[in-house]
């Protein structure tokens, strides 16, 4: 079958559809979509190229670590031990964009950042060395070492600012740099003008402003050494969780789920209390300064931590969240009560084939480990890119011409390192490392890695429906005993599947929802198309249209039963996250120190986030298994529907339970 829908093709799948003797599914059948799978796999090849291209032009080490103006990674190669990035004379960074990048001072890597004040009318100190160039000669006169950019003309103190010296003074405000600002005011530089607070206040926003553009990997990176231990024990909660809540299931389907329904609400009234507190505490502190240079937490993303805005709308958004799930309780009780006996025949079907669980396992790790995979290619990928080499501090005696332009080379003009120094003719003229460069080809293939992401990620989540839908329909259509089939029917699913339906799996992964026809009942979710596909061997598309007339027969007898159960697993699954997310927040908040600079190096917002998502992630995996288990028994019943009429000649195949909810007659 091709990847789009043909109405000859979709014609012959119905014409073999409607069988009154169809007691499971049907093993006559062929290989569908295939052209969808061959366009999986060329474009999986050529994701490989992808990776291979990024791990041989990448270094991560760039993303962790600054560089120097050589364009050596500080801690690493010939700077080993050296993590911290010294700059001479941070008012050359005064007004410069961080986007763009290139400070012309000179920069080095230390082993430590300078803890006192020091400057070269001083002479020379002992404690001078280790922030000048590697192999100064240190017996040359103080002015001349200063004149050469050999050594710094002034030293202050400061604090490593993820692996950038950033004085103490631009981090915080001017009510407490009285004393500081004095001492600066006598310092000379080496043009041999005054240091200025203002100048070096710009050159701090500079450094602070580059951190915040290096991106979120690297801040993400900063902050694991800290808190990784956190983040595996909130994942390790959400499954323990996730799996006493499948194991309340099992033992008792109608008190578990009530357990859920009362508690879900109540946790997010517990947020919104705690929203409200949250918002009283940032609305009673102090605002930060504005002459203060924090770093990025107070500049981006993780300012609204401190916003009591957020917190404000934090607390209305979940409190709305919290009527509105008690009105719909109320709305639906009713119905809540249908759903729990269609969640406790997917208890039924899950609890005779006890291997359908390593389904879920099998998803989530193969999931880890392709997100690992695509992070782990976006990272050399984001530090693929070439050394650019700048020109700064020219002079009017420069003699060298820039072949590119056909002038004389001029401040911020692009130069080769091996040749500028020998070839120029102004004494003080440099040729440094500006950033690395990110050619147009890198954007192309990390739009390339984050869409093969995506594609594969849905392709195990539908492959894994594929599979649980037939051993599912399997179980469904057997009569009394014969619905014990231990471990066949997963076995036999997997079989047909890889098998035959690859490429349907391939092409439902694209296509999240497939909308029915103009006059349909409802849109036809991926699953359901996976459903009749795992059962009767039809193509995405002719499911899609089998599935849709289904409905249109038979839908509103138990339409809205499908959709509460759907609700009801959605609260339990915001239930589980929301516990993981307070015992997370209470554990990482008793860390949380009020300074700019703890709260920049924690960067707090990243591992909230990622604690939730991930938490989601684990919780949806072993959830999916009861999700398809109703989605599969909601589309069986209705065949069921459409093929019996509960007579003795053709009895339903449901239980007398089912019969009873749907309110049918037999005879």
């Not at 700077?79 to 990035?85: E, I, V």
């Not at 001479?88 to 430590?112: K, N, R, S």
């Not at 069986?636 to 007659?665: A, F, W």
């Amino acid at each position: 079958m091709d990847c789009v829908c043909l109405t000859n093709k979709l014609a012959n799948e119905s014409e073999t559809y409607y069988d009154p003797s169809y007691k499971g599914p049907n093993n006559k059948r062929s290989c569908t979509d295939v052209t969808c799978l061959l366009l999986l796999i060329t474009f999986s090849l050529g994701w490989a190229g992808v990776a291979i291209y990024a791990f041989a032009n990448g270094n991560p080490a760039r993303l962790i670590h600054p560089s120097n103006s050589e364009g050596e990674i500080c801690g690493k190669g010939n700077q080993t031990g050296k993590p911290n990035l010294l700059y001479f004379d941070l008012t050359w960074c005064a007004g410069l964009p961080a986007v763009v990048g290139g400070c012309p001072t000179t920069q080095i890597c230390v082993e430590e950042c300078p803890r006192t004040y020091w400057n070269s009318a001083q002479g020379k100190s002992s404690d001078l060395d280790p922030f000048c160039v590697p192999g100064t000669n240190m017996t040359t006169e103080m002015a001349q070492l200063v004149e050469e950019r050999s050594c710094p003309a002034y030293i202050l103190p400061s604090k490593s600012v993820l692996g950038r010296c950033v004085p103490t003074f631009g981090l915080v405000s001017i009510e407490e740099t009285g004393r500081a600002e004095a001492k600066m005011n006598a310092i000379k530089k080496e043009d041999g003008k005054f240091l200025q607070a203002k100048s070096l206040r710009e050159g701090v926003g500079y450094v602070m402003d580059s951190v915040d553009t290096s991106g979120p990997f690297e801040r993400f990176l900063s902050y694991l050494p800290e808190y990784w231990w956190i983040i595996l024990l909130s994942f390790i909660l959400s499954l323990i969780l996730s799996i006493i809540w499948s194991v309340l299931i099992k033992l008792k389907v109608k008190p578990a789920i009530w357990i859920i329904i009362v508690l879900s609400p109540s946790s997010f009234l517990a947020g919104t209390v705690l929203s409200i507190l949250r918002y009283s505490q940032t609305r009673e502190q102090n605002p930060i300064q504005k002459d203060t240079y924090s770093p990025p937490d107070i500049n981006s993303l993780t300012s609204y931590w401190n916003n009591k805005s957020t917190w404000l709308l934090c607390g209305i958004v979940m409190g709305t969240i919290t009527l509105t799930i008690l009105i719909l309780i109320s709305c639906l009780f009713k119905q809540i009560n249908v759903a729990i006996k269609l969640i406790k025949e997917a208890s039924k079907a899950i609890n005779s084939m006890k291997s359908v669980l390593i389904i879920p396992l099998g998803k989530f790790v193969a999931r880890v480990l392709l997100i690992f995979w695509f992070m782990t290619i976006a990272i050399f990928l984001a530090t693929s890119g070439l050394h650019e080499y700048r020109v700064v501090d020219t002079c009017s005696s420069e003699t060298y011409i820039n072949t590119a332009t056909g002038k004389m080379f001029q401040v911020n003009d692009i130069c080769d390192q091996n040749t500028f120094v020998e070839k120029t003719g102004c004494p003080r003229a440099q040729c440094v490392h500006h950033k690395f460069g990110h050619a147009n080809l890198g954007t192309v293939m990390q739009v390339w890695n984050f869409f093969g992401m995506v594609w594969i990620l849905m392709f195990i989540q539908s492959l894994g429906e594929m599979i649980m839908a037939g051993a599912f329909a399997e179980w469904y259509w057997k009569e009394g005993m014969r619905r014990c089939l231990s471990s066949a029917g997963v076995w036999s699913s997997l079989r047909r599947t890889c098998r035959y339906h690859l490429g349907t799996v391939a092409l439902g992964s694209l296509v999240p929802w497939m909308c029915c026809r103009k006059n349909s009942f409802r849109c036809i979710s991926r699953s359901s198309s996976f459903i009749i596909t795992a059962v009767h061997g039809n193509s995405f598309c002719g499911g899609r249209k089998t599935c849709s007339n289904l409905l249109s027969r038979n839908g509103k007898k138990l339409c809205y039963t499908q959709r509460v159960t759907t609700f009801i697993l959605f609260t339990g699954k915001l239930f589980i996250v929301g516990l993981v997310a307070a015992a997370f927040f209470a554990t990482s908040s008793s860390q949380v120190n009020n300074s700019p600079v703890h709260i920049q190096q924690i960067y707090q917002i990243v591992p909230i986030l990622t604690c939730i998502l991930g938490s989601f992630a684990i919780t949806s995996s072993l959830f999916s298994l009861y999700a398809m288990a109703v989605d599969t028994i909601y589309v069986c019943i209705l065949e069921d529907l459409d093929k019996h009429d509960g007579s003795s000649r053709t009895p339903y195949c449901m239980n007398s339970d089912m019969v009873n909810i749907l309110q049918l007659e037999t005879s």
